[in-house]
């Protein structure tokens, strides 16, 4: 999929406002809290984060995902670091960050899957927390969003082994309609997995 072309023009595919996830489960880390947001695409998620108070730093490797995401944080006075590189080539710095968030990061296949989540563990600060949020296997029977190759979709078994000895905080698949342009529309089976990194900050 060219993601560029799908980030082109000037409708948001995924919508202006942030996944329902990030609205429910993040509003409350606190000012200066520093985040990393990763496959960010047209910025509704990172620009949400930066709206709170929150130190964004935002990975996403289109250059039409860039200019829509600058646009909207200057709509809503707010600054982020952007950068417009791929998740196979960052470097993931230890201990970078007190919050890393991946959302629907699906086109990466369980080779890519697992380096990316390898790389969100080891730049998690001690006793900080990776947020993550996607489509279910059970997805295949939707047709509301995400991949139809199986193997990129998620299961919390398929995930929760990256974190070993972190506290899972929550671990669900469930099922709830989506309403976020039109990428993302109808029933969907979603999967959240939020867990904390041991030690202290």
Same mark, same amino acid.
């Given at each position: ?40 695409? =047209? ?5 949400? +984060? ?16 860039? =200019? ?43 080779? +890519?899957?697992? =380096? ?23 997805? +295949? ?18 995930? +929760? ?41």
């Amino acid at each position: 999929m060219d993601w560029n072309e799908r980030f082109s023009g000037e409708e948001f595919h995924f919508g202006e406002a942030p996944a329902a996830f990030v609205r429910d489960h993040l509003g409350g880390l606190g000012a200066g809290a520093h985040v990393l947001t990763i496959a960010e695409g =047209e910025g509704r998620n990172a620009v949400w +984060l930066a709206r709170q108070g929150c130190r964004v730093t935002a990975i996403e490797p289109t250059g039409t995902g860039r =200019e829509k995401a600058m646009a909207l944080a200057a709509r809503h006075g707010v600054t982020m670091e952007w950068r417009q590189e791929s998740l196979e080539s960052y470097g993931w710095p230890s201990n970078g960050f007190d919050v890393v968030l991946g959302c629907f990061f699906q086109f990466a296949d369980p080779r +890519l899957r697992a =380096e990316i989540l390898a790389g969100m563990a080891r730049t998690t600060m001690p006793g900080g927390t990776v947020f993550l949020h996607g489509f279910s296997t059970r997805q +295949l029977g939707n047709g509301s969003g995400g991949p139809r190759s199986e193997p990129n979709l998620w299961t919390p078994d398929r995930l +929760l082994p990256a974190f070993p000895g972190w506290q899972v905080v929550r671990a669900e698949d469930y099922d709830a309609v989506l309403d976020e342009g039109p990428g993302h529309s109808g029933p969907a089976a979603l999967i959240d997995v939020i867990v904390r990194k041991p030690g202290r900050p």
